[in-house]
């Protein structure tokens, strides 16, 4: 594999980055105060609380830790109604690295979180609650596939011997045609886990698949024949497949294409603002949205 040094640096990273429940809850809360139009001020101090507890030991802040929150509410809830924020965010985090800084870290941060609040509407939790189904409650699979018998011959005694091994490539691709999508979830979350098959390896063994189904050029989240995964700054790439498996399961009309996002003014950045939908108690438990109900049959 061309990247193979940098993505096995990108293993062994990913593979330190588990989630606590705190983190989660508090991206929770700050896609909360997303949907419910909350000033931009203050979805950075919820996208600030959230950031402490994105690694066990974050030890100094980095961009890396800074733009956690973001990349995992954006996965999360965004990216497969709204592919292009990907190399929105992906770029905004690339150019406050430029300039190594907190305030440039909280000026992109700000873009990012006002483009979201304009695409509030264009959100599900499908992604979310596949991730939690097999991150967090563990879940099993909901379907077990039959394991391919393959002749073997040892070499000692000439007897041929059955193997019932499946990759889990195929398990994983099995699971996506046939919408068993809490399978997949669970077997990208154990490929995650394991390590013994890296995540991009998956990754490409999908995007080929997609190929081979579509005649016509498809719109994917990003221009996979130019863009690799290890090009995007954020580290759960199991998360980035398990969306993109999702997004390849949505209606065109149900996808935003626009490209078109703006910038967010020093005002809206420092302002206390009244959000325009306050709720009196906040609760972690993201609301369902219409598309939620629509593609509810996907989580089997």
Not at 129 to 134: D, E, F, G, R, S
Not at 267 to 292: K, V
């Amino acid at each position: 594999m061309k990247y193979k040094d940098f993505n096995d640096i990108l293993t062994i990273m990913s593979k330190q980055t588990e989630y606590s429940n705190a983190f989660i809850n508090k991206c929770e809360l700050l896609f909360k105060a997303i949907r419910e139009n909350n000033p931009i001020s203050t979805c950075i101090e919820k996208m600030k609380d959230a950031q402490s507890s994105a690694d066990p030991d974050p030890g100094p802040m980095n961009s890396t830790t800074w733009f956690e929150p973001l990349w995992f509410v954006y996965y999360m809830f965004f990216a497969i109604h709204n592919p292009k924020i990907e190399e929105y965010i992906n770029m905004k985090q690339l150019s406050s690295n430029n300039n190594g800084n907190e305030d440039a870290h909280t000026d992109a941060a700000a873009h990012i979180l006002k483009n979201m609040l304009r695409r509030r509407a264009n959100t599900s939790t499908l992604v979310f609650q596949l991730y939690t189904y097999a991150n967090i409650r563990k879940g099993s699979v909901t379907y077990i596939y039959p394991a391919k018998a393959t002749a073997t011959t040892t070499a000692a005694t000439t007897a041929t011997t059955t193997a019932t091994t499946t990759p889990p490539q195929q398990n994983i691709l099995k699971s996506i045609t046939s919408n068993h999508l809490l399978t997949a979830a669970v077997v990208i979350n154990k490929i995650y886990t394991d390590q013994r098959v890296s995540i991009e390896t998956i990754y490409n063994i999908y995007i080929a698949d997609i190929s081979k189904q579509y005649s016509t050029q498809i719109l994917l989240p990003r221009n996979s024949s130019t863009i690799k995964l290890s090009n995007i700054k954020y580290r759960r790439k199991d998360i980035i497949l398990l969306a993109l498996v999702c997004y390849m399961k949505i209606d065109e009309i149900d996808i935003n294409t626009k490209g078109i996002f703006i910038s967010a003014t020093k005002e809206e950045i420092t302002a206390q603002q009244t959000a325009l939908n306050p709720t009196s108690t906040p609760t972690p438990t993201p609301t369902p949205t219409p598309y939620d109900e629509k593609y509810k049959y996907l989580l089997t």
